[in-house]
């Protein structure tokens, strides 16, 4: 009954069986019903034939007995019949289909003619039989029919058939034997193939390999099978380490790592979890965790947790959980969940970190981050918060408010003598005393190295800015005690309110700023107030600073030379060059106009290099033309930023090698104020300019605060007496006495005295009984372009000759 099974069914033994037994059954089958056509055709078509023979044999000799009527001539042609036992009857008909003559087999069964012709088809039976006209000329007189027996092809039929059967017998045992052989040869390597499977799943051994028994497609199978095997081992062996490795990491991680299934029971944690959580070895529940969660975070975990577990999306949040001894540990958890490759879910992995120390040391960052850490006031960041809160507040409420922006006069002096840790005491007394000068919702900042503002905040009138001004003033004047000595300090203060001056914080602050540097222009130790009429004045300053810039790439400057002249026998000693500025649309525009401009913003240094190279230029080629002596000196004014710019001595050794001017011939003019910003480093740039050969004058001498201790110091040659003592002698006898104490002190200190703004004959002659050495001014000449300068020489030289 197996075979009768559907044959997917079937074992793979069974199914080869099958299908060769079928194959070769019905292709032998097939085979012999072909065969057995062909033969039935064959036989068929040669009984044809035979009849057909026979019928025309008999049916010509049936012509003339039929004609003449001779039914024993037409017997005998009949009786011929019996010579062919297949034949089991004759008949002739006449042309009336009257019977005429009848033949019929000695057989059972075997009927005879019927008397009439039309009577014959109804009895043809399975027989053969042919109808075949007895002609006389062209005329048929008769008709002859002949039936042939089949029986003798039935029996033909049926041994080809009995044979057919035999060789199909034959086959299909064959088939089976061949089938079973080749059954076995097939599914002998399978089932072995099986048997190792089974092996190494029931031992867990993936070392086991199948046995290669043909080199035919089934041994490749077996090598195949054989390296799946080893690809499975050498990945099970990578698993195994990469597990222990894991179990490694996790064991000397310095990160808790836990494992939860799908059912939300926690299945894995490492030593470090238990650390963290310090728990015994034993794996706590997932509830004793969550109960350990300080109650202020514990909403937001169950929240972060329901997004893991129902929306599986990744998690991160720092809590914190609480000790028994109640102390706080912040932890930051990271989690995700975990799916196999059809998605299933297996579970959530994360990890915990402790972060209590960076949770502390961001604490610390933001006090860092928002108070200055040598005075505790608030720095920059926390003030620029509170001024725009600050604003806010005030235009809600439709009050005003004050900012008040510190700069400490003289800091850096007290750095430069005592020392850093004596500027940084001064600067705590300082952050004291402004705190203690405000009230408690007012807020005391330090922006800068010695930078303060204070916000002062429900200001009602402009007066109580005032007093809190003058306060500040008085508490700041007091001297501060360090090192043993008194210290006395002052501020520039900058006041600016809202909303009469602006109420956007950034308009404020530069406000503030524009005030005090407009104090420290006042002689500092005092405080302004930010006025329209100084916004208006800074505007025209941004103007004027563009302004330069075009005057630079446009060439709009020019120079020109005052003639220095000797006030014993008045010959030219040499010139000072002085920067000119004709404006295309503003016409002429004032040196101490723009000067102090280009000094702020650093255009000073294009102009002052500019002014160097042309002046040494052209008064290199008046020496050189023999216009000038040899011993003339152009004098030359540095600005305090070329002054200090690191690249000075380079650029001035490059205009001497450029202009090919005498070193000797270049006289570089400083003013006090430039030297005493850093008395040491400005005498270490003036030994430098020494060693080229190049003089250095002091400008403007007495209207700045230099001490003669420095003085003395400074390696000058020349020392230029300010024009404003010399204007007002001989009116004046204060300016005649510090004149004459300034040209004995300079002599004293082998300098050369140079007397500015000599105008009369007055001034001239008191210049000359005090020795004064040189001097300049409208009385000898105005300043002279190039060419004026030419002009000028060639005239005094002819006038002196004479």
């Given at each position: 009954m197996l075979f009768f099974r559907p044959l997917n069914s079937q074992s793979l033994r069974r199914k080869l069986v099958i299908i060769a037994l079928l194959t070769t059954g019905l292709t032998l089958l097939i085979t012999n019903l072909a065969f057995i056509s062909l033969e039935y055709y064959l036989s068929r078509q040669d009984v044809d034939k035979k009849l057909t023979i026979l019928g025309e044999v008999i049916s010509n000799r049936a012509s003339a007995a039929l004609t003449f009527s001779d039914f024993s001539m037409l017997q005998t042609n009949l009786n011929t019949l019996n010579a062919d036992s297949s034949v089991v009857r004759g008949c002739i008909y006449a042309d009336n289909q009257e019977l005429a003559a009848a033949y019929t087999a000695r057989q059972e069964n075997t009927p005879g003619c019927p008397p009439r012709l039309h009577e014959l088809h109804g009895s043809e039976g399975l027989n053969f039989h042919q109808f075949f006209p007895v002609m006389l000329g062209e005329a048929p007189i008769g008709t002859l029919y002949i039936e042939a027996s089949h029986l003798d092809l039935l029996q033909r039929l049926g041994q080809f058939l009995f044979f057919s059967l035999l060789i199909l017998l034959a086959a299909v045992m064959l088939a089976f034997l061949l089938a079973s052989r080749l059954q076995n040869v097939v599914t002998r390597p399978i089932q072995e193939l099986g048997n190792t499977l089974r092996h190494i799943m029931l031992k867990k051994d993936y070392s086991i390999r199948a046995n290669k028994q043909s080199h035919d497609e089934l041994g490749d199978l077996v090598d195949l099978f054989n390296t799946l095997l080893r690809t499975v081992e050498d990945e099970n062996a990578s698993l195994k380490t990469s597990e222990e490795r894991f179990r490694k990491l996790t064991a000397l991680s310095p990160v808790g790592i836990f494992q939860i299934d799908a059912k939300q029971r926690l299945q894995y944690v490492n030593q470090r979890w238990r650390d963290i959580h310090h728990v015994p070895d034993e794996t706590p529940s997932l509830h004793d965790w969550f109960a350990r969660i300080h109650l202020d975070d514990l909403t937001e975990a169950q929240q972060a947790w329901n997004k893991l577990t129902c929306e599986q999306e990744s998690i991160a949040l720092e809590i914190r959980l609480t000790g028994k001894s109640h102390e706080h540990t912040w932890i930051q958890v990271l989690a995700s969940a975990l799916h196999d490759r059809q998605g299933e879910l297996l579970g959530y992995l994360g990890a915990i970190s402790d972060i209590s120390e960076l949770k502390a040391a961001q604490l610390q960052m933001e006090n860092l981050a928002f108070y200055d850490p040598l005075t505790g006031l608030a720095n920059r960041r926390l003030f620029r918060n509170r001024l725009e809160k600050a604003v806010k507040t005030a235009q809600r409420h439709q009050s005003s408010m004050a900012l008040l922006f510190l700069d400490m006069d003289q800091f850096k002096r007290v750095n430069d003598t005592l020392g850093h840790d004596a500027g940084d005491l001064m600067l705590?007394?300082?952050?004291?005393?402004?705190?203690?000068?405000?009230?408690?919702?007012?807020?005391?900042?330090?922006?800068?190295?010695?930078?303060?503002?204070?916000?002062?905040?429900?200001?009602?009138?402009?007066?109580?800015?005032?007093?809190?001004?003058?306060?500040?003033?008085?508490?700041?004047?007091?001297?501060?005690?360090?090192?043993?000595?008194?210290?006395?300090?002052?501020?520039?203060?900058?006041?600016?309110?809202?909303?009469?001056?602006?109420?956007?914080?950034?308009?404020?602050?530069?406000?503030?700023?524009?005030?005090?540097?407009?104090?420290?222009?006042?002689?500092?130790?005092?405080?302004?107030?930010?006025?329209?009429?100084?916004?208006?004045?800074?505007?025209?300053?941004?103007?004027?600073?563009?302004?330069?810039?075009?005057?630079?790439?446009?060439?709009?400057?020019?120079?020109?030379?005052?003639?220095?002249?000797?006030?014993?026998?008045?010959?030219?000693?040499?010139?000072?060059?002085?920067?000119?500025?004709?404006?295309?649309?503003?016409?002429?525009?004032?040196?101490?106009?723009?000067?102090?401009v280009a000094e702020e913003t650093g255009q000073i240094l294009e102009i002052g290099s500019w002014v160097l190279e042309q002046s040494c230029r052209q008064i290199s080629s008046l020496i050189r033309s023999k216009v000038l002596p040899p011993t003339t000196k152009v004098a030359v004014n540095l600005s305090a930023r070329q002054f200090n710019d690191p690249s000075l001595l380079n650029r001035i050794r490059s205009v001497i090698e450029i202009s090919k001017i005498p070193p000797q011939c270049l006289e570089l003019e400083l003013t006090e104020s430039t030297l005493m910003d850093d008395v040491e480093s400005a005498i270490v740039t003036m030994q430098e300019i020494k060693k080229i050969g190049i003089s250095i004058a002091i400008d403007d001498f007495g209207t700045g605060y230099s001490s003669l201790a420095y003085i003395k110091r400074f390696p000058i040659d020349v020392l230029k007496v300010d024009r404003s003592f010399v204007m007002d002698i001989p009116g004046d006898q204060n300016d005649m006495a510090i004149t004459a104490a300034v040209i004995a002190m300079a002599h004293k200190l082998s300098m050369t005295v140079v007397a500015e703004g000599v105008e009369t004959e007055e001034q001239l002659h008191f210049l000359r009984r005090n020795n004064c050495d040189e001097g300049q001014g409208y009385l000898f000449s105005r300043p002279l372009s190039l060419a004026q300068l030419h002009q000028f020489l060639s005239e005094h030289q002819r006038r002196h000759s004479d």
């Open positions: 705590k007394e300082v952050a004291h005393r402004l705190t203690a000068a405000v009230r408690e919702n007012d807020t005391v900042s330090r922006i800068g190295g010695d930078e303060f503002t204070i916000l002062l905040t429900d200001v009602h009138h402009n007066n109580d800015v005032l007093v809190v001004a003058e306060k500040l003033l008085r508490m700041l004047a007091k001297p501060i005690r360090i090192k043993g000595q008194d210290i006395v300090t002052t501020v520039s203060i900058g006041i600016t309110l809202t909303p009469d001056d602006s109420t956007d914080a950034n308009t404020l602050m530069k406000n503030a700023d524009l005030a005090m540097y407009r104090a420290k222009e006042l002689g500092r130790n005092n405080f302004q107030f930010f006025s329209e009429d100084m916004n208006r004045s800074i505007m025209e300053h941004l103007a004027l600073e563009k302004e330069i810039s075009e005057a630079l790439t446009r060439e709009q400057f020019s120079l020109v030379f005052q003639p220095k002249i000797s006030l014993f026998d008045f010959h030219i000693t040499g010139v000072e060059t002085l920067l000119r500025w004709n404006h295309p649309e503003k016409g002429f525009i004032p040196p101490d106009r723009f000067i102090p």
